[in-house]
């Protein structure tokens, strides 16, 4: 076996132990709902995913350290095989419940619809498969609530934070597109963010609770609102609350919007001006206020002004990727649909558990834009000139940061067309463009807003379709594009070249 399956398999058996201890930490949640049946599926899971992680990790300990490239397919493989390991609660409880079980558990016994699932709880999308979450067994509707509340920061994250604090630790963050450092020492860092994240966690369950929910509620909310998911226990989402709920769930997936770097300055630097200083953080404030108020002046336009404070919230849950929705796709009028595409397309902050192509990018590609208007305004006759940027490393910083960002928009919007177009193949001729480019940048956003068009019904192709595009947008592409390029087959003559210079 080649060094280099050795190196990304050590790492892979790290990984896989996070579905198997969460497995684990689910079955005490088993006994206290008096759902023994479900507590063989949680043990299945622990063992499938726990003794193969110990064997390959164990035989593989002493691999060569890991290259950039390691680090970029290991990320893939681990998001692809921990979604696979956290399908099996959900498939192996539909076959193990009682005779008397719901059509939406029975669903899960179909194990396309247990895998897109368990894909859309770990890159924290909200997409489901679920049409009734109440008739939900309390162990599953944890599972989901716990999938989407470790996917939010990452499975890398968490895997570095408590398994592999080593010198290939900058590598596989990078890998899972994390890119801030918040400490001097990475490991540290990793571990800052998970405090944060569970101080965070803790807070937005008081506030749910303080707002009149019953704590199994709050605790599901607040797991999978700070995580920008979208899952819910109740049939009708954030919806089933009232005024209250919905201001504090507002409030929480901001929060979640939000990157660790600017919390970290404001809760342990007590720095109480990192919001006002921070140019994302007043991109996200501007964002939220122009775009929410021209869905709402537009829901007040086409159906009224009972909807628009219900048009309001869902440009939050748009924005922040969160995907916590209230109303269906029918109600919104054309323009609210594009207006929230635009949201689910754009994204949050870097660095914190939101989707989408993030404000950064965003930024920097606007400054892009207008720097170079005003270039060709003021002076014209250089349209053309190719300056030699010589020794000036902030203008070739700046140049890199926009090459970077127009790349990956690039990419991002490609992607969302040709997801589209599978999605209008396969869902059928009754599917509108307009539905399926909604469902396409839900996925690709991680957002978990729906057109309707993602459920049981939703036939194979359809669900394989946005299954990639939910592992895309949580990965940011360019690692999906680098597992493929290694494995198209290379000319005989670039392998022995590429031997010779490895030897």
């Known amino acids: 076996m080649s060094e280099y399956a050795r190196t990304i398999l050590r790492d892979l058996g790290v990984a896989i132990h996070i579905p198997g201890l969460m497995a684990l930490v689910s079955i005490p949640v ?63 409880g539909a076959w193990a419940a009682p005779q008397e079980m719901s059509a939406t558990l029975e669903a899960f016994r179909q194990p396309w619809n247990a895998l897109f699932e368990s894909v859309s709880g770990f890159t924290s999308t909200g997409l489901t498969m679920t049409a009734h979450p109440e008739d939900l067994p309390h162990a599953l509707q944890w599972w989901r609530s716990f999938m989407q509340w470790i996917g939010g920061v990452g499975v890398i994250v968490l895997m570095l934070a408590v398994f592999h604090p080593s010198g290939d630790a900058h590598r596989l963050y990078l890998a899972e597109a994390r890119e801030q450092q918040i400490t001097a020492s990475l490991v540290e860092t990793v571990r800052t963010m998970w405090w944060l994240y569970l101080v965070l966690t803790v807070a937005a369950l008081a506030a749910l609770r303080l707002a009149g929910i019953s704590w199994w509620h709050a605790l599901n909310y607040a797991m999978t609102g700070i995580a920008t998911g979208g899952f819910g226990v109740t049939d009708g989402n954030i919806g089933d609350f009232g005024l209250a709920p919905r201001l504090v769930m507002s409030a929480i997936v901001i929060v979640g919007a939000i990157s660790f770097a600017v919390h970290y300055r404001l809760l342990v630097q007590r720095r109480l001006r990192a919001f006002s200083r921070d140019r994302e953080v007043r991109l996200l404030m501007a964002l939220l206020v122009i775009g929410g108020a021209a869905i709402t002046l537009e829901a007040w336009w086409a159906n009224g002004p009972q909807h628009g404070l219900d048009s309001a919230f869902h440009w939050v849950s748009a924005l922040c990727t969160a995907g916590f929705q209230s109303s269906t796709f029918e109600a919104w009028s054309p323009t609210a649909r594009l207006i929230l595409i635009a949201g689910m397309v754009i994204g949050g902050m870097a660095g914190s558990t939101a989707g989408g192509l993030k404000l950064s990018r965003l930024r920097i590609l606007g400054e892009g834009i207008a720097r170079r208007i005003g270039h060709v305004a003021t002076q014209p006759w250089r349209l053309t000139e190719h300056r030699n940027l010589g020794d000036d490393h902030e203008a070739v910083r700046h ?14 919007v490609t992607s969302l067309v040709a997801g589209t177009i599978v999605l209008l193949h396969a869902a059928g001729p009754n599917v509108s463009l307009e539905m399926a480019l909604f469902e396409a940048a839900s996925a690709m956003g991680n957002v978990g807003l729906s057109s309707g068009l993602a459920g049981p019904d939703l036939p194979w192709p359809g669900k394989a379709a946005l299954i990639v595009m939910m592992w895309m947008g949580r990965l940011e592409i360019i690692p999906v594009l680098v597992l493929a390029a290694s494995l198209r087959p290379r000319p005989v003559a670039h392998k022995a070249r590429h031997d010779a210079n490895r030897r």
């Open 30 to 92: 088993c006994l206290l709902a008096d759902e023994t049946f479900m507590v063989a599926p949680f043990a299945a899971c622990a063992v499938v995913a726990i003794v193969p992680g110990q064997v390959m990790f164990r035989t593989f300990r002493n691999a060569g350290a890991m290259q950039v490239r390691h680090a970029m397919d290991m990320a893939i493989l681990a998001w692809v095989t921990i979604s696979l390991l956290g399908m099996i609660p959900l498939m192996a």
């Open 399 to 412: 140049r890199r940061l926009l090459e970077a960002a127009s790349l990956l928009a690039l990419l991002w």
